[in-house]
């Protein structure tokens, strides 16, 4: 669906669940002129909020497209897998076999005939939105299919995997503390005056 196109609604019926148009977008949704009556000017969506559509979009026509096509009430994490691994055939990121001889630098010197895989942080990226989009469009939280074990295990075994080829390591980033607090924790406490 392309948000620019106008709808006689505002929702469109993907399987068993309902994708709510967001009323703020740059098409006037319901009106079958096109205008509103109001003079309210039109807002556009965050980039975030684009993606997420576009990556629900994308997720919805490959459970349409699935051999035989899939309901998402009845789309498991095994399915969300699948999708990752069909994806993997559009990736940039070279990953290196473990008989390559650049297997573990991470900058070769050569080319070399290894595959283009979807990068780690991009799938972490796009899972994370489609779980935020799946619940936005009505799904339960306990019945998530993206945030399924199956899930995280297979995100951390490519971050864990492509890191070895590429011989660079995901370290977990450190929360940085307000520079308040740490000036605070330096300084020792200095007592009150007596009053004498």
């Keep these: 669906m392309n948000p620019a196109q106008e709808m006689d609604s ?11 148009s967001p009323t ?5 949704v319901g009106s079958p002129s096109g205008s509103s009556s ?3 000017s039109p807002t556009t969506l965050s980039r975030y909020e684009n993606q997420k559509r576009r990556d629900w979009n ?13 309901s998402l009430s ?32 991470p900058n070769p010197p050569a080319p070399c005939p290894c595959p283009l895989r979807q990068a780690w ?11 935020a989009a799946y619940e936005e469009n009505g799904g339960k939280p ?3 299919p993206f945030g399924a074990r199956a899930v995280r295990l297979y995100l951390r075994e490519v ?6 080829a590429r011989g660079i390591s995901y370290e977990k980033k450190k929360r940085k503390r307000p520079p308040q607090q740490q000036q605070q924790q330096q300084q020792p406490a200095i007592p009150p005056p007596n009053s004498s």
């Design 24 to 28: 703020n977008t740059n098409s006037m």
């Design 74 to 105: 009845r789309c498991s994490g095994a399915h969300v897998l699948e999708f990752l691994r069909y994806l993997d055939q559009f990736g940039k990121t070279k990953v290196h076999t473990q008989l390559c001889p650049f297997f573990g630098h």
């Design 121 to 131: 942080g991009s799938l972490d990226a796009l899972i994370g939105r489609l779980r």
């Design 38 to 40: 109001t003079a309210a």
């Design 10 to 20: 505002s929702s469109t019926e993907i399987s068993s669940f309902t994708i709510n």
């Design 159 to 164: 971050r864990d995997s492509q890191a070895k």
């Design 142 to 144: 306990e019945a998530n």
């Design 58 to 70: 994308t997720f919805g026509q490959y459970l349409r497209n699935h051999r035989p096509p899939l």
